[in-house]
């Protein structure tokens, strides 16, 4: 708080008093409703911009309880990398009354963060703002996780930990204190090689003298022989073991307990199954099969394996399309789109470093575009909103409908005339299946709007609406679509 004063010196120099105060004048006081609450910017968030931890932030900024420093409330999001009980620091800088004073928030770990200054030294009414001092670098962890490879640090060549004959001696690694322990057991059943030789990434080294040994045993063998390194703290350590060859003899079947089982198969192999078999949706009389290659009986770790979704057609009426998703014990495959016009898909897996069971296939029908389930209506006067039955886009390219394609709709009133410039908005976003039309006055019984054929199902391309168009007519009691075909 302020007080202002008004003091008055005795200016005359020949006099005993020069100098001094004789008349001091209180003109200000604070009243108790503006007394400043202290520096807090409250609830705001600041982005504390950590590459390596992508949504950092500082969630809230208070008084601490003596008064003269700020309380810190900091969400550090999990990231894989970061060992379990690792800590970082954030150089951070408050700017206060315009003067910049950079500080240090320490002991930052996983989840929420109390973190109190030391050294702001404030007064209590301050103006303040907090940003971080190297926005876009990563930050250093005390500890980090390590990752396995064979061959390269591709995500594909990750060693998973069934693969290890024992767990690897080497699980985190410090930033701060040199390492040397790194021991790796794998299993036989999985992978040969005799000539092994390994690479450690994302450290710093000193003196590191590593081992040609072969790690494909019951028992862990110790991949360097002599010297340390340091985790650089910023993503995970990544041993890269070269040398190895994966064991092959893996296969793909379906789970014998799949009431459907007969649709899958190696390529060639396969029985088509009613797609009312999967759905349970009687009306449904296509049939589906999938398949798989590589055609022989057993394949290797990585080897890419491609499924097809084969339909005869797509006949039953109001379908457009099917989405077929394949699901296996490797996780879900991409959904497969399958139609008339393109009756059959593909997918692809990396083969695990195990037998590929698959466990189902889901089938989701995509509606055909349908004017007896479309539906219309005036909303304020001037608006007319169209509800499709399955979403929509532009027929020449696969994004939303907006004004310039005006000439879709054909805007006519009562007595059959088309003004020009009817047409004042279109509201659409991409895949979604409503469209908002604005007229620049207000729909009145007799109008009617038809929709032409390059609107077409966003789920199946050559699904549009019908070549005649669609007609949606004002009347007394609503609005009426009608397929003119």
Known sequence: SKVVLDILLNEKPDSDGFRTAYLIVLKSIPDGSSTPTGPSIGDGEVDLKVSNVPGAKITKVVPASRGSELALTIEIPSQGFIASGATASVDLIATIDGVEDTFTATGLKVGTNRFVTSTLGLNGDEEISIRPANPDTDIVWSAVNVKYFN?????????????FSVAPTFTTASSSVATSA?????????YTGSSVTHEIENIVPTSLVMATVNPVNAAARALITSG???????????????????????????????TYKGIFGATGGATAAAISTITGDAALTDTLKV??????????????????????????????????????????LDP???????????????????DLTVTGVEVTVLPALSATTT???VLDGYKMKITFNAPVTKTSADTAITIVDVAIFTVTDAAGAAPAGAIAAVSHTAGSNVVIIELNRNFVVGDKITLSDDICNNNATADTVA??????????SGVSVTDLT
Do not use: H
């Open 291 to 332: 398949e798989w290659a590589p055609t022989t009986a057993t394949v290797n770790e990585n080897d890419q394996v491609t499924f097809t979704a084969t339909v005869n057609g797509v006949a039953a009426t109001g379908v457009a399309a099917y989405k077929v998703v394949v699901k296996t014990s490797a996780g879900d």
């Open 182 to 190: 790194v021991g790796v057991g794998l299993k036989s059943s999985k």
């Open 336 to 354: 497969i789109i399958v139609t008339n016009a393109d009756k059959d898909g593909d997918a692809t897996i990396r083969m695990p470093a195990d």
């Open 467 to 476: 070549a005649a168009g669609w007609e949606l007519a004002v009347t007394a």
């Open 228 to 258: 340390n390194f340091v985790a650089n703290g910023t993503d995970y350590v990544n041993v890269v073991i070269k040398g190895l060859t994966a064991q092959t003899g893996f296969a793909i079947a379906a789970d014998s307990s799949l």
């Open 151 to 163: 061959g390269t640090s591709d995500a594909a060549n990750e060693i998973p930990a069934a693969n």
């Open 375 to 377: 539906t219309a209506e």
